[in-house]
Nanobody, 127 residues
Framework: QAQFVESGGGLVQPGGSLRLSCAAS????????IGWFRQAPGKEREGVSC????????QYVDSVKGRFTINRDNAKNTVYLEMNNLRPEDTAVYYC????????????????????WGQGTQVTVSS
């Protein structure tokens, strides 16, 4: 059964950086699109970014454009989310999940497209 394990969260001051990791086990990552989502207390889970199975197509929610970067290392079966210039409003539990598209060169940050959710990693941005 496909499983993801997220790591790399923590407490960071505003303006700081973190790198989250999404490690896959039990299946081969390369053909799957991977998405990062986050959920703050009392709010709906929202899409942050996704990367296609092939071709390196990426998508970001407007609030993180220019600050976050998603990339993947298929040899390590891992997808990363580099987060820079963090803001208090980025505080949330961050999750990764996978999606399958007929066109493996695309992804869309829609929660309903994704499944096999990990357990999440907490990111707290506070001074």
């Amino acid at each position: 059964q496909a499983q993801f394990v997220e790591s790399g969260g923590g407490l960071v001051q505003p303006g700081g950086s973190l790198r989250l990791s999404c490690a896959a086990s039990g299946f081969t990552l390369p053909v799957l699109a991977i998405g990062w989502f986050r959920q703050a207390p009392g709010k709906e889970r929202e899409g942050v970014s996704c990367i296609s199975g092939v071709g390196g197509y990426t998508q970001y929610v407007d609030s993180v454009k220019g600050r976050f970067t998603i990339n993947r290392d298929n040899a390590k079966n891992t997808v990363y989310l580099e987060m820079n210039n963090l803001r208090p409003e980025d505080t949330a539990v961050y999750y990764c999940a996978s999606a399958t598209y007929p066109n493996q060169r695309m992804c869309v940050i829609l929660k309903d497209h994704f499944d096999s959710w990990g357990q999440g990693t907490q990111v707290t941005v506070s001074s």
